[in-house]
């Protein structure tokens, strides 16, 4: 009997939990969550509520449930040390070291690594722990990218043109940057299509899921204030409908690169995820961020369409077989829509209650919810998760639509998600952008 030890109580983590249970060894699951998902503990034989940064009773359930090997979900548990953590209990991990997730944690980190061993793809940037030589750099730039050096729950990026007007706006941004964080990092601004690679690997061998595209902008269009991502979809080919094959093989690449550089630096394999944030533009593949983890909502679209067996990828990840590991995913599309709540992300509304309709064949992820027993609560966050899957991309739309709709409540959604205007757009855009060579 596998027993298999979930961290983490998001979407994301509902998806692999399912992916979990798909299994077909016999296998018992055990969450460790900082809130009560619904969904998981449904599927769950065991669960424990706690703190993501208390290693002592993460360990303490891990040791008395008796795990064979951990998944983790979200990246605060990986900054925590959670995986050095189950490690000490003989706990193999699908996750990185601390260390290690520097990798998604630290941004300088990633920068300068692809520096030292001259990995293809970075923009111009540089690194600054002071305002000294700021200025300057701004002004080389024709338009630029502000990130602090840390995590910010994918809403800390700005942007000129979006979020900056201009290089006096930029200074105000890194004065209070650095005033949080130990550096802040100015890119220069890439024009293109964005598109998520998530890769297993066990440090040396790197194994691609099919690629999605999510959509950070609150409202239809890409309009309104970044969020932790509104929804994504991914496509039957396995391509997306703006990217070439080569365009996933140059992304792949990075991603080896990386995993090399990073063994090379600190004598120690990376284990676990290694999500890409990637750009198409004229000049190629650029890598705009990794993530040390699955991607949310990206693992909605990768894993319901996986299958072989979750459980023995992850053996693959941590023993450092995933070179003999399946992994294999139905040629089929998927759309992955959120509904939030009112006002989100930047006034949202809490405590309020919701009810889901007929999901009417729209797979059901369960996010930042509570279940009490009059019924479903939001906290504040995205709420739940609805994902259309099917071989025609414009049924997967419908479905992940449809069942959206379907919610009562004050809650909203971005309905140009999936849809076939949207698909249309991006591909123009990327045909312009080609255009220029």
Known sequence: ??????????AREHAIAEAIRRSPQPHKLYSFMKSNNPGIR????KCELGDYNDMEKLSSFAKNVGADVCVVGPEAPLDYGAVDALAKIGVPSVGPVKELAKLETSKAFTRNLARKYRIPGSPAFEI????????????SLDS?????????GGKGVMVHGEHLKDVSDALRYCESVLRSHASVIIEEKLEGEEFSLQSFTDGRFVLDCPPAQDHKRAYANDEGPNTGGMGSYSCADHLLPFIRKSDLEEA?????????AIEKEHGKLYVGV???????????VKLLEYNARLGDPETMNVLPILSSDFIDLC?????GALAKTKAEFDKKATVCKYVVPQGYPDNPVKGEKIELGAAAGAKVYYASVDQKPDGLYMSGSRAVAFVGISHDFAEAERLAEEAVKSVKGKVFHRPDIGTQALLDKRVRHMEMIRGKK
């Open 274 to 284: 290694m999500y890409g944030g990637f750009m198409v533009t004229r000049d190629g």
């Open 42 to 45: 449904t599927l769950s034989e």
């Open 128 to 139: 600054f722990r002071d305002m000294d030589g700021v200025k300057e750099f701004l002004q």
């Open 144 to 152: 630029f990218v502000v990130k602090p050096d840390g995590l910010t």
């Open 315 to 319: 053996f693959g990840i941590t023993n």
């Open 1 to 10: 009997m596998i027993k298999v030890l979930l961290i983490g109580n998001g």
């Open 252 to 260: 792949h690449r990075i991603t080896e690169l990386f995993a090399r």
